[in-house]
């Protein structure tokens, strides 16, 4: 089979430059936006969030059911042309989402955000589950799979640091006129992303290529579901992975409340820990596929997720301090990127799975499927934010906040992931049941040197 080349790897990785770069904005700061610019209540925006993530119960599967069918009959590549068909969609929509038009009510304002923030969902979900899905059909080989989830960690760090350095700039600038801040960031974005999407597509290739059959037109969902239900690894990697989204992205939402009212003048510390995430990607997205082969998957995951709950309590125990916080990123970060950049690979991995006990790939359907809990996971985090911020008493503009408020603002920083890191600590420890591929064939030669 086909080696997978430096400039492939490349290419995959931009695939996903593009995808955070509009991610990264909506995750980090339309929260924000949506209480801060456009007046809308921190309960009502969770709410938007948790929503749009329903209506994805409905589009991510009948996406996912496309792309495994689109090409279904005939040779030829079955997921790259969605890079180029649906880069500008994604970019459009993404700028209106931190655009409205002047003069509307209360109401109105509430209707623009939903259509435009479930608009750009849909357009994200159409290029984004087939990007997933190409990594099946561009290798096989374990450890080419895991260099793959490397530059996909790569590329998606990439694009969630690009909006986390520029904002905090544009907000010091535009800081009596936020909207022009908002939106200036996010057309930035969108071209950035549209450029990146443009050269995924040019720099990538299908090398496994599946013979048509007419077998696909009979997988449908209900049975998908039903092979899924057998397949403990896959639920392991979706429910933790929708765990771990919560985490991150629950954490990412608070952030900028936590440093602007119980660190203030700590808001440098945005930019500094996406610094921190870039250095620990860059150093550990090189050498996971070398740590797998040595310790395998489910020894690093249960590590890493034991070590993010520790951490995380005793930082909620500590006085918050801006230096403490920045120790806080050092530590915390790599053990998120870990499982981050390993994720990927374990749902290829277990898709092969699928196939072992079912004769079916279905690689769009398990991809969407992988994609939808890893939304609810930001729709999750998006609704605890936004009602916690209710429920804890947040008024926006005032100069103090009560201490009440502090605490909760603390609680939803560090006891929220600190309990979501548990969740998936329990997760891998009880439900990770594929042995690990370089490990398992290495024994295999061993045996046989042996037995020669």
């Given at each position: 089979?086909?080696t997978?080349?430096k400039?492939?790897?490349?290419g995959?990785?931009?695939?996903?430059v593009g995808n955070t770069?509009?991610?990264?904005?909506?995750?980090?700061?339309?929260?924000?936006?949506?209480?801060?610019v456009?007046?809308?209540?921190?309960?009502?925006?969770?709410?938007?969030?948790?929503?749009?993530?329903?209506?994805?119960?409905?589009?991510?599967?009948?996406?996912?059911?496309?792309?495994?069918k689109?090409?279904?009959?005939?040779?030829?590549?079955?997921?790259?042309?969605?890079?180029l068909?649906?880069?500008?969609p994604?970019?459009?929509?993404?700028?209106?989402?931190?655009?409205?038009?002047?003069?509307l009510?209360d109401?109105?304002?509430?209707?623009?955000?939903?259509?435009?923030?479930?608009?750009?969902?849909?357009?994200y979900?159409?290029?984004?589950?087939?990007?997933?899905?190409?990594?099946?059909?561009?290798?096989?080989?374990?450890?080419?799979?895991?260099?793959?989830?490397?530059s996909?960690?790569?590329?998606?760090?990439?694009?969630?640091?690009?909006?986390?350095?520029?904002?905090?700039?544009?907000?010091?600038?535009?800081a009596?006129?936020?909207?022009?801040?908002?939106?200036?960031?996010m057309?930035?974005?969108?071209?950035?992303?549209?450029?990146?999407?443009?050269?995924a597509?040019?720099?990538?290739?299908?090398?496994i290529?599946?013979?048509?059959?007419?077998?696909?037109?009979?997988?449908?969902?209900?049975t998908?579901?039903?092979?899924?239900?057998?397949?403990?690894?896959?639920?392991?990697?979706?429910?933790?992975?929708?765990?771990?989204?919560?985490?991150?992205?629950?954490?990412?939402?608070?952030?900028?409340?936590?440093?602007?009212?119980?660190?203030?003048?700590?808001?440098?510390?945005?930019?500094?820990n996406?610094v921190?995430?870039?250095v620990?990607?860059?150093?550990?997205?090189?050498?996971?596929?070398?740590?797998?082969?040595?310790?395998?998957?489910?020894r690093?995951?249960?590590?890493?997720?034991?070590?993010?709950?520790?951490?995380n309590?005793?930082?909620?125990?500590?006085?918050?301090?801006?230096?403490g916080?920045?120790?806080?990123?050092?530590?915390?970060?790599?053990?998120?990127m870990?499982?981050?950049?390993?994720?990927?690979?374990?749902?290829?991995?277990?898709?092969?799975?699928?196939?072992?006990?079912s004769?079916?790939?279905?690689?769009?359907?398990?991809?969407?499927?992988?994609?939808?809990?890893?939304?609810?996971?930001?729709?999750?985090?998006?609704f605890?934010?936004?009602?916690?911020?209710?429920?804890?008493?947040?008024?926006?503009?005032l100069?103090m906040?009560?201490?009440?408020?502090?605490?909760?603002?603390?609680?939803?920083?560090?006891?929220?992931?600190?309990?979501?890191?548990?969740?998936?600590?329990l997760?891998?420890?009880?439900?990770?049941?594929?042995k690990?591929?370089?490990?398992?064939?290495?024994?295999?030669?061993?045996?046989a040197e042996a037995?020669?």
């Amino acid at each position: 089979m086909k080696t997978l080349t430096k400039i492939n790897r490349i290419g995959y990785a931009l695939g996903d430059v593009g995808n955070t770069l509009t991610f990264g904005m909506t995750s980090a700061f339309l929260l924000a936006y949506y209480t801060d610019v456009l007046g809308i209540s921190a309960a009502a925006a969770g709410t938007i969030f948790l929503v749009a993530r329903m209506w994805d119960a409905i589009n991510d599967p009948m996406m996912g059911a496309f792309c495994d069918k689109m090409f279904s009959k005939r040779r030829g590549e079955k997921f790259r042309p969605f890079l180029l068909k649906g880069s500008w969609p994604v970019v459009v929509c993404a700028i209106l989402v931190f655009w409205a038009p002047a003069g509307l009510s209360d109401i109105q304002k509430l209707v623009w955000a939903y259509a435009t923030y479930i608009l750009w969902g849909m357009a994200y979900t159409f290029v984004n589950i087939p990007y997933g899905s190409l990594a099946t059909v561009m290798t096989k080989d374990p450890q080419e799979r895991a260099s793959l989830a490397g530059s996909r960690a790569v590329g998606g760090m990439i694009g969630s640091i690009a909006p986390n350095i520029l904002m905090p700039l544009l907000l010091s600038i535009y800081a009596d006129d936020l909207s022009t801040a908002y939106l200036y960031a996010m057309a930035i974005m969108g071209l950035l992303s549209f450029l990146a999407y443009i050269m995924a597509y040019r720099f990538t290739s299908e090398n496994i290529q599946h013979e048509p059959t007419t077998t696909t037109e009979n997988v449908n969902f209900a049975t998908t579901l039903k092979t899924v239900g057998k397949n403990k690894p896959y639920l392991c990697v979706s429910i933790a992975s929708m765990f771990l989204l919560t985490a991150m992205m629950g954490q990412g939402s608070i952030l900028y409340y936590f440093l602007s009212e119980n660190l203030p003048g700590g808001l440098w510390l945005i930019s500094a820990n996406s610094v921190v995430m870039m250095v620990s990607v860059f150093l550990l997205a090189p050498t996971v596929g070398k740590i797998v082969g040595k310790f395998g998957v489910k020894r690093i995951m249960v590590t890493c997720f034991l070590l993010a709950t520790i951490v995380n309590a005793i930082w909620f125990a500590m006085p918050a301090s801006v230096y403490g916080t920045l120790v806080y990123f050092v530590i915390h970060g790599p053990l998120l990127m870990v499982p981050s950049i390993l994720f990927w690979a374990n749902v290829a991995d277990c898709i092969d799975y699928n196939y072992e006990i079912s004769g079916q790939r279905s690689e769009g359907i398990l991809y969407s499927s992988y994609s939808f809990m890893r939304k609810m996971g930001q729709a999750f985090a998006g609704f605890i934010a936004g009602m916690g911020l209710s429920i804890i008493g947040y008024t926006a503009g005032l100069e103090m906040q009560a201490e009440s408020t502090l605490l909760g603002i603390k609680g939803i920083m560090f006891a929220l992931p600190g309990i979501c890191m548990f969740a998936c600590f329990l997760l891998y420890k009880t439900m990770w049941t594929l042995k690990d591929k370089t490990i398992q064939n290495d024994s295999e030669t061993e045996l046989a040197e042996a037995e020669a």
